[in-house]
T-cell receptor
């Protein structure tokens, strides 16, 4: 399957700081990237859908000014958690879908980023 | 009604047995269905995708889809302790926006 690189894998930060998470599609053109959040013992919750070159579409209840998403190229999307607070502590996972070799609407996931806000 | 429903488990099966995981969905026009496995602390990994009614086999895994009943299942034959994980069912929405809806997952325990 497609190779998706997500960095960093773990972040510990102080309350009020901003954290940037990168998601890279290494071997195919990711026309769409998704950002999920997962709390302990819960399923994945979609935060936003990101299409290259356009604004992200946020799910209801997700603050777009707090979770800034940029999908500047077909291989890179970033999620910035601005002014992070302890309640933002969670497991953030990106995924990609795209055209070409890896198609069939299959979604490939990055390894995830565990954010802990003190 | 939740869009994608799974029994949360845990489902416990002895090593070597068949594990049967079930999933129902509410969007009747959905066409793409996926099973992912997620180990604790890790991100999901794709096991199977299925798009047509019937069975699809890949090694020890068989996915079954019944669109009329809005039901998709995953069978794991010869279950191994390494299969112990949470199994997530995902459905690609066909109405409205393009996104994947996940069930809450079924936790599987394979007992050695």
């Amino acid at each position: 399957g497609a190779v998706v690189s997500q960095h960093p894998s773990r972040v510990i930060c102080k309350s009020g700081t901003s954290v940037k998470i990168e998601c890279r599609s290494l071997d195919f053109q990711a026309t769409t990237m998704f950002w999920y959040r997962q709390f302990p013992k819960q399923s994945l919750m979609l935060m936003a859908t990101s299409n290259e070159g356009s604004k992200a579409t946020y799910e209801q209840g997700v603050e777009k000014d707090k979770f800034l998403i940029n999908h500047a190229s077909l291989t890179l999307s970033t999620l910035t958690v601005t002014s992070a607070h302890p309640e933002d502590s969670s497991f953030y996972i990106c995924s990609v879908t795209g055209q070409g070799l890896y198609s069939g609407n299959i979604q490939y996931f990055g390894a995830g980023t565990r954010l802990s806000v003190l | 009604q939740k869009e994608v429903e799974q029994n949360s488990g845990p489902l416990s099966v002895p090593e070597g047995a068949i594990a049967s995981l079930n999933c129902t969905y509410s969007d009747r026009v959905s066409q793409s269905f996926f099973w992912y496995r997620q180990y604790s602390g890790k991100s999901p990994e794709l096991i199977m995708s299925i798009y047509s009614n019937g069975d699809k086999e890949d090694g020890r895994f068989t996915a079954q889809l019944n669109k009329a009943s809005q039901y998709v299942s995953l069978l794991i034959r010869d279950s191994q302790p390494s299969d112990s994980a949470t199994y997530l069912c995902a459905v690609l929405t066909a109405s409205g926006t393009y996104k994947y809806i996940f069930g809450t997952g079924t936790r599987l325990k394979v007992l050695a």
